[in-house]
């Protein structure tokens, strides 16, 4: 009887670590409930969907994309009719229409597809067929189930000598191994549950020493438990299991929370740092005491225990749950570590339905697909919530704006705003935005019309541009109307950040102040990207031509490098065919603008003819991109007589081997004649050097606006 109970106790061992292992697919799947969710999928990876306005699938209304949430308002017996949101023209849309059922799975369906197609491929088809085939196996196994019910049951009711006769013989009568080999095999299996689940969580953890030398006992153990014979080996082997058990359930898993996040070799902060980890970063650690956690580090090859401060920590949940809800924030970033700071794999508008599972107290983990691939990032748990959370901003654009108590222009107002309010208001339908206003110091709900506020741009990015107006203002609100802050010329390269659909936002220095202001997108217009190849014509023992007391090879080097600089003030990259006064052969010029990727290719000249001729003329080539050589020309022609008040004399056609032979738009230009004395008097002073290389910045801005 003392080696029966042994065996009783082993079992009941077996028992309880079965019980607390993590099984995480039954916990993801049992923690869904259903409702009125669905995801559309294609027939194939971004295949759309089609929907109908008619049960009967006739009448075509139009597509639905691939992995579209949609909400489920009622099923027919031939099609459901759905509701969905999608986005058009920076606006959140919704539309309603009947889809085949086919194309809609549940979200739990929809999980099991979405690794289905990640292991196998295949389309929607395939998988739902072999759903239906693990339906029919799956009750074809529940009623033999029913037939074989014995199993470990009559294990309990053995005698000590049936047991001792069983273990001798190796198997018993239905063909169970002996139990020494049973254990043997759970043993084999936990191990590889807890593998598993270390290499899920972080393939890179250092694995904990007490858990390392629990293991390795375990081994031992379980050569002892091959003999049969030996009684205390069972004791022992119990007594493993549990030192193991007890180890694995103290280790936990959480996410450094600071930008440096230290091991200390004391409980106090004071004390010397062991090792440092950047914020997002996986660490393994245990419970010491209600501050601090204690961890294992690997120092020099040598492992050492150190202490983690709690609030330093964001620890796991455990099973991965998942979940789904809106995107709150415009956009909502799934980045690709943990962190704020991490790199965006993706964004998503406010109000877009997210699917995700719980991974730690601040931070979702997701899948997205970049380019078809799936990829593992994060939400960060600030950034999805309830629908009715979902904030968005936006301008007031009309004079006044009004807040209605209806979807209808023609309910009472609520509340009116000036042009340029900044608004806040949620997603309501297609055409209306739903605010909440104060009246008479009670919060009130009433609809905005969406074509009547400018949705502020979701990320801020520094940006450069040219004030495009002889006078162009930056103003105090978002409005035309409001108080001009400042003016700017024509030409003023500008720095601003994009705010809206509309209006750019700046900041201007009134007395030494900073002051916020605002630019309207139409009064500037930006080259920012964009590369030019200029070419100051002549050079080294070609002068080109010389009048009264000028050179023009260096005219042209002035004014091209004037333009450079210029140029890449305004955020232009700019090759130069020379930046000294060296000789550049015709076919190098041209091969320098047909191997320097650039968008565009201008040649700067000064003329001379009989002395009479003046005024600046401009030339284009037809043989490659015609129309926009001539765009151009005409462009920097514009832009040059405006600025430096040149005489217009002409753009025309001319057979130069530079615009000729060069494969991008280009143009040559000739500023003023040398041998004018009008014109040569104005190209000695620096002033029209400026203003002629200004004219060719604000031609170039022209032409790609």
Same mark, same amino acid.
């Given at each position: 009887?003392?080696?029966?109970?042994?065996?009783?106790?082993?079992?009941?061992?077996?028992?309880?670590?079965?019980?607390?292992?993590?099984?995480?697919?039954?916990?993801?799947?049992?923690?869904?409930?259903?409702?009125?969710?669905?995801?559309?999928?294609?027939?194939?990876?971004?295949?759309?969907?089609?929907?109908?306005?008619?049960?009967?699938?006739?009448?075509?209304?139009?597509?639905?994309?691939?992995?579209?949430?949609?909400?489920?308002?009622?099923?027919?017996?031939?099609?459901?009719?759905?509701?969905?949101?999608?986005?058009?023209?920076?606006?959140?849309?919704?539309?309603?229409?009947?889809?085949?059922?086919?194309?809609?799975?549940?979200?739990?369906?929809?999980?099991?597809?979405?690794?289905?197609?990640?292991?196998?491929?295949?389309?929607?088809? /395939?998988? &739902? %067929?072999?759903?239906? *085939?693990?339906?029919?196996?799956?009750?074809?196994? #529940?009623?033999? $189930? =029913?037939?074989? +019910?014995?199993?470990? /049951?009559? &294990? %309990?009711?053995?005698? *000590?000598?049936?047991?001792?006769?069983?273990?001798? #013989?190796?198997? $018993? =009568?239905?063909? +169970?191994?002996?139990?020494?080999?049973?254990?043997?095999?759970?043993?084999?299996?936990?191990?590889?549950?807890?593998? #598993?689940?270390?290499?899920?969580?972080? +393939?890179?953890?250092?694995?904990?020493?007490?858990?390392?030398?629990?293991?390795?006992?375990?081994?031992?153990?379980?050569?002892?438990?091959?003999?049969?014979? +030996?009684?205390?080996?069972?004791?022992?082997?119990?007594?493993?299991?549990?030192?193991?058990?007890?180890?694995?359930?103290?280790?936990?898993?959480?996410?450094?929370?600071?930008?440096?996040?230290?091991?200390?070799?004391?409980?106090?902060?004071?004390?010397?740092?062991?090792?440092?980890?950047?914020?997002?970063?996986?660490?393994?650690?245990?419970?010491?005491?209600?501050?601090?956690?204690?961890?294992?580090?690997?120092?020099?090859?040598?492992?050492?225990?150190?202490?983690?401060?709690?609030?330093?920590?964001?620890?796991?949940?455990?099973?991965?749950?998942?979940?789904?809800?809106?995107?709150?924030?415009?956009?909502?970033?799934?980045?690709?570590?943990?962190?704020?700071?991490?790199?965006?794999?993706?964004?998503?508008?406010?109000?877009?339905?997210?699917?995700?599972?719980?991974?730690?107290?601040?931070?979702?983990?997701?899948?997205?697909?970049?380019?078809?691939?799936?990829?593992?990032?994060?939400?960060?748990?600030?950034?999805?919530?309830?629908?009715?959370?979902?904030?968005?901003?936006?301008?007031?654009?009309?004079?006044?704006?009004?807040?209605?108590?209806?979807?209808?222009?023609?309910?009472?107002?609520?509340?009116?705003?000036?042009?340029?309010?900044?608004?806040?208001?949620?997603?309501?339908?297609?055409?209306?935005?739903?605010?909440?206003?104060?009246?008479?110091?009670?919060?009130?709900?009433?609809?905005?019309?969406?074509?009547?506020?400018?949705?502020?741009?979701?990320?801020?990015?520094?940006?450069?541009?040219?004030?495009?107006?002889?006078?162009?203002?930056?103003?105090?609100?978002?409005?035309?109307?409001?108080?001009?802050?400042?003016?700017?010329?024509?030409?003023?390269?500008?720095?601003?950040?994009?705010?809206?659909?509309?209006?750019?936002?700046?900041?201007?220095?009134?007395?030494?102040?900073?002051?916020?202001?605002?630019?309207?997108?139409?009064?500037?217009?930006?080259?920012?990207?964009?590369?030019?190849?200029?070419?100051?014509?002549?050079?080294?023992?070609?002068?080109?031509?010389?009048?009264?007391?000028?050179?023009?090879?260096?005219?042209?080097?002035?004014?091209?490098?004037?333009?450079?600089?210029?140029?890449?003030?305004?955020?232009?990259?700019?090759?130069?065919?020379?930046?000294?006064?060296?000789?550049?052969?015709?076919?190098?010029?041209?091969?320098?603008?047909?191997?320097?990727?650039?968008?565009?290719?201008?040649?700067?000249?000064?003329?001379?003819?009989?002395?009479?001729?003046?005024?600046?003329?401009?030339?284009?080539?037809?043989?490659?991109?015609?129309?926009?050589?001539?765009?151009?020309?005409?462009?920097?022609?514009?832009?040059?007589?405006?600025?430096?008040?040149?005489?217009?004399?002409?753009?025309?056609?001319?057979?130069?081997?530079?615009?000729?032979?060069?494969?991008?738009?280009?143009?040559?230009?000739?500023?003023?004649?040398?041998?004018?004395?009008?014109?040569?008097?104005?190209?000695?002073?620096?002033?029209?050097?400026?203003?002629?290389?200004?004219?060719?910045?604000?031609?170039?801005?022209?032409?790609?606006?």
């Amino acid at each position: 009887m003392r080696l029966l109970s042994k065996v009783f106790i082993c079992l009941l061992v077996m028992i309880i670590v079965v019980q607390t292992l993590p099984i995480h697919a039954s916990a993801e799947t049992d923690t869904l409930n259903d409702s009125n969710e669905g995801i559309v999928y294609g027939e194939k990876l971004d295949h759309t969907v089609n929907y109908f306005r008619d049960e009967e699938l006739l009448e075509l209304a139009g597509t639905i994309a691939y992995r579209t949430n949609v909400r489920i308002m009622e099923e027919r017996e031939t099609a459901t009719l759905v509701e969905f949101m999608y986005y058009e023209e920076r606006e959140i849309k919704y539309s309603r229409g009947f889809v085949d059922p086919k194309y809609i799975l549940s979200v739990k369906e929809a999980a099991l597809f979405e690794e289905y197609i990640q292991v196998n491929g295949g389309n929607l088809t /395939d998988f &739902i %067929e072999l759903q239906v *085939e693990k339906h029919i196996e799956s009750k074809g196994d #529940q009623e033999s $189930d =029913k037939e074989n +019910n014995s199993g470990l /049951d009559e &294990i %309990e009711y053995l005698t *000590e000598e049936e047991m001792l006769e069983r273990n001798k #013989q190796g198997t $018993d =009568k239905t063909g +169970n191994l002996d139990e020494s080999k049973n254990l043997e095999d759970y043993t084999t299996h936990d191990e590889k549950e807890s593998k #598993q689940l270390k290499e899920r969580i972080d +393939n890179n953890l250092e694995e904990s020493q007490e858990v390392k030398s629990a293991k390795e006992h375990n081994i031992d153990t379980q050569d002892k438990l091959e003999d049969p014979s +030996n009684d205390d080996a069972f004791e022992e082997y119990t007594q493993t299991i549990e030192i193991e058990e007890t180890q694995l359930a103290k280790q936990m898993y959480g996410l450094a929370v600071l930008e440096k996040t230290s091991v200390y070799s004391e409980t106090s902060k004071d004390s010397a740092i062991l090792r440092s980890y950047s914020q997002g970063h996986l660490l393994e650690f245990r419970p010491y005491n209600s501050e601090w956690y204690e961890a294992t580090v690997n120092i020099n090859g040598k492992w050492e225990d150190g202490f983690i401060h709690r609030k330093d920590v964001d620890p796991l949940l455990g099973e991965e749950i998942s979940q789904q809800n809106y995107a709150l924030k415009q956009p909502t970033q799934v980045y690709t570590n943990p962190t704020r700071s991490g790199e965006v794999l993706r964004g998503y508008q406010a109000g877009h339905l997210l699917q995700y599972r719980t991974y730690s107290s601040t931070w979702h983990i997701a899948t997205v697909y970049i380019n078809g691939e799936p990829k593992t990032g994060y939400i960060h748990a600030d950034d999805v919530g309830p629908r009715e959370n979902i904030r968005l901003r936006g301008v007031a654009s009309l004079q006044p704006t009004s807040v209605y108590s209806e979807t209808s222009k023609d309910s009472a107002i609520l509340r009116s705003y000036s042009q340029g309010h900044l608004l806040e208001f949620r997603p309501y339908n297609s055409e209306w935005y739903e605010a909440t206003v104060s009246i008479n110091g009670k919060w009130e709900n009433g609809f905005i019309n969406k074509k009547d506020v400018d949705l502020l741009d979701p990320i801020q990015k520094q940006l450069t541009g040219l004030a495009m107006r002889g006078s162009t203002n930056v103003f105090s609100s978002p409005s035309t109307t409001s108080r001009t802050l400042r003016s700017y010329s024509e030409g003023h390269i500008l720095q601003y950040r994009n705010f809206s659909a509309n209006w750019y936002e700046a900041t201007v220095y009134l007395n030494g102040k900073a002051t916020l202001g605002y630019i309207h997108k139409n009064h500037v217009n930006s080259i920012q990207g964009k590369r030019i190849v200029l070419d100051p014509g002549h050079g080294g023992n070609d002068p080109g031509a010389i009048a009264n007391g000028l050179i023009e090879k260096n005219l042209n080097l002035d004014i091209a490098l004037k333009t450079k600089n210029l140029l890449e003030r305004a955020g232009a990259t700019v090759i130069m065919t020379r930046t000294t006064d060296i000789f550049i052969t015709l076919q190098n010029r041209a091969l320098i603008a047909n191997t320097s990727n650039a968008d565009i290719f201008i040649s700067i000249h000064n003329n001379a003819f009989n002395g009479i001729a003046n005024g600046t003329e401009t030339f284009w080539h037809g043989r490659n991109e015609r129309a926009n050589s001539i765009r151009l020309a005409n462009s920097l022609q514009n832009a040059v007589v405006s600025k430096a008040g040149t005489t217009n004399r002409r753009v025309a056609e001319g057979n130069f081997h530079v615009i000729r032979e060069t494969l991008i738009p280009s143009a040559l230009l000739e500023v003023a004649f040398m041998d004018h004395l009008g014109d040569a008097e104005k190209l000695s002073q620096q002033s029209f050097l400026h203003d002629s290389a200004k004219g060719i910045l604000i031609g170039i801005t022209n032409y790609f606006n």
